[in-house]
């Protein structure tokens, strides 16, 4: 059948996801074969990365913002992987760290951590907080926390422990065979440890082919400041950030 008469080759302008690959025989052609093999290795690759501290700090630096340097209790990648509990911790070290550094409690806590794929936050952390934070510049911030070894709920402890109102991270998400260099952002407000996701907002798919930077952050900033207004997020905070903007652009016409 020709690409003009299949109307899988018409969709597979719209996706990343692997359709309309063609046969040769009862197997697949072999530039597909190779190009999952491709896709396949590098998500492999993502989840086994590392940060990439020295880029993260020279962007951190360049915005003129403090940071802390930050462990889970996950000593090294396999540990990670194998044990998803202590990578919802900080270790002792890092809570001296917190502590040591003597913070008066501020509005919002932001973390970039490396998640289940570090090289999505090398790539796109310092660029989106280049976009996000002149829109909440009428809040106050936490020293900025780089953190190695993290899952999503090491957020609530390092929130407790600024004794900040709301909880942002930003964080590498579980590859894609499409997308191993994908970002998300989980928010939380009243963070504390023993907080379960239904406490949490999440943005995800932020990269190449996704979400937008400035997208991302307008959504962002708008659950920011509902959150810190109506005084929690998750599942009781509604997200009509999309609504305002359909609402905005009709009012502007």
Known sequence: MSSASNPWE?????TDARIALGRAGGSLKTAKLLGFRKDHALAKDAVWAALDLPVLQHGLEKLNLP????NSKAQDRETYIKRPDLGRNLNQESKATIADS???AKDISILIADGLSANAISIHAIHFLKEFLPLIAQFTLAPICLVSQARV??????GELFSSKLAIILIGERPGLSSPHSMGIYLTYNPKAGNTDEKRNCISNIRAGGLPYAYAAGKLAFLTSEALRLKLSGVDLKDTYDTQLLTDGI???
Do not use: C, T, V
């Open 251 to 253: 009012g502007k016409q």
């Open 153 to 158: 709920a090491i957020s609530d402890g390092i």
């Open 67 to 70: 940071y802390l340097m930050l």
């Open 102 to 104: 003597n913070p008066p």
């Open 10 to 14: 018409r969709l597979k302008e719209f």
